[in-house]
């Protein structure tokens, strides 16, 4: 083991930001724990202005990028060669890479084999070299029937139990017992350890920010924007049924040049809606505003409670860059519906059906949450998971393999 010790992490990448995003939290906090480290971040990512976020002992390598483009249909959107050699190219990138590197310790992102079983040629270099490796999962993979027979057909479960030393959870069980959900056999289910919420926490009160734009404004995002037209549409309609509320709206940095043409032109008509095509710093947007509406996806969700806004999510429940088929469609995703479900049961935020979406109905939601008493920053919530997470993999990188607390 050399001596300054050295974490590598693999990040999915192939829809929206939200892997990118807390990879470079997670390498924050790697590096406040220990700022000798040398970290290493893997990813396709083409969001790579994120990876100005990376601590000074820290660096990436950009692999060809892969994209999910509606159900079970990847492609390369900017190599004009054929998805298995990309998956190929990728796979030979991810294996060399680790392999010159000599992790101490490797991250692999919420997807143990990666895309298209890239990752299986990096996995069987590392157990080799004698290499612990980590699964980081999402509080909510996917819903949970359809983790069980994704898995089942892929082989994941044998992967998990002869490849990967342990599985952190950015989540709690309450929200999902991961073990049980995903059907994990006994061996693989005693790897599994819950880390909390890996989110961005604000360092002041949102008094203590009245120069950030857009204070005291509804705000409205979808994310990274490529599946938020149905969302936006309909909040920027809703606003004439608020009268005397101001409003930002964000596009988000993958929204299509159509969808953002039709709600900027729309704003465009509403003097009081502020269009922004995305921000550099969302958490401090939520944080002043004095609601925000936005779908359920993990950073969002977790930034609005980290902050104390009150908020109404839509839930995503139609498929990645699906937004037409919204619902009553059989290509739907839970995902989002499980995690707005469950923070709506503990009063933090409102949640509004996807299936009831219309001007009318999130008016009268936004109008009922704007009545509500501001949550709690923080919700009660175990929000440290960056933290925690870092030092799990500081620990196995040190030799620590039987220490899981």
Avoid at 133 to 152: C, H, S, T
Avoid at 366 to 371: F, G, K, N, P, T
Wanted: charged share 20%.
């Amino acid at each position: 083991m050399s001596q300054r010790l050295r974490v590598a992490m693999f990040t999915h990448d192939a829809y929206g930001v939200g892997h990118i995003r807390r990879a470079t939290r997670i390498a924050r906090a790697l590096a406040a724990h220990d700022p000798a480290a040398a970290i290493l971040l893997i990813s396709g990512s083409p969001a790579t202005r994120l990876f100005a976020d990376l601590p000074p002992n820290a660096d990436y390598v950009k692999i060809p990028t892969i994209v999910t483009s509606g159900v079970g249909d990847t492609r390369p959107p900017m190599l004009p060669i054929g998805l298995a050699g990309l998956a190929g190219m990728r796979a030979a990138m991810v294996r060399d890479t680790l392999e010159v590197f000599a992790p101490d310790v490797v991250l692999i992102d919420n997807f143990p084999l990666g895309t298209r079983f890239e990752l299986l040629p990096a996995l069987l270099t590392l157990r080799a070299m004698g290499t612990p490796v980590v699964l980081g999962l999402r509080d909510i993979v996917d819903p949970p029937e359809r983790v069980r027979a994704d898995w089942q057909r892929d082989g994941v479960y044998e992967v998990l139990d002869r490849y990967y030393d342990r599985i952190v959870v950015y989540g709690v069980p309450e929200i999902l017992d991961a073990a049980e959900a995903y059907g994990l056999p006994p061996a693989v289910a005693a790897k599994v350890l819950y880390c909390g919420f890996v989110t961005e926490v604000p360092s002041a009160p949102p008094a203590a920010a009245p120069d950030v734009p857009g204070s005291g404004d509804l705000l409205a995002t979808a994310g990274a924007g490529r599946d938020g037209l149905p969302l936006l549409d309909a909040f920027i309609r809703a606003m004439a049924e608020l009268p005397g509320r101001r409003a930002t709206v964000i596009g988000g940095e993958s929204m299509s040049v159509d969808d953002r043409a039709t709600l900027q032109a729309m704003c465009a008509a509403e003097p009081r809606i502020t269009w922004l095509d995305d921000v550099p710093d969302l958490p401090a947007r939520i944080a002043v505003a004095e609601l925000v509406v936005a779908m359920a996806g993990y950073n969002t969700a977790l930034e609005i409670v980290a902050a104390g806004t009150r908020a109404v999510l839509v839930p995503r429940t139609w498929r990645s860059g699906e937004h037409a088929t919204r619902a009553g469609t059989r290509r739907t995703d839970g995902e989002q519906l499980l995690r707005a479900a469950w923070l709506a049961r503990l009063g933090l935020v409102q949640m509004l059906h996807p299936a009831e979406l219309s001007p009318g109905r999130l008016a009268a939601a936004v109008r009922e949450a704007l009545a509500a008493p501001r949550p709690e920053p923080g919700g009660g919530l175990a929000l440290d998971g960056a933290d925690r997470v870092a030092r799990q993999l500081l620990g196995l990188a040190r030799g620590d393999r039987d220490d899981a607390t």
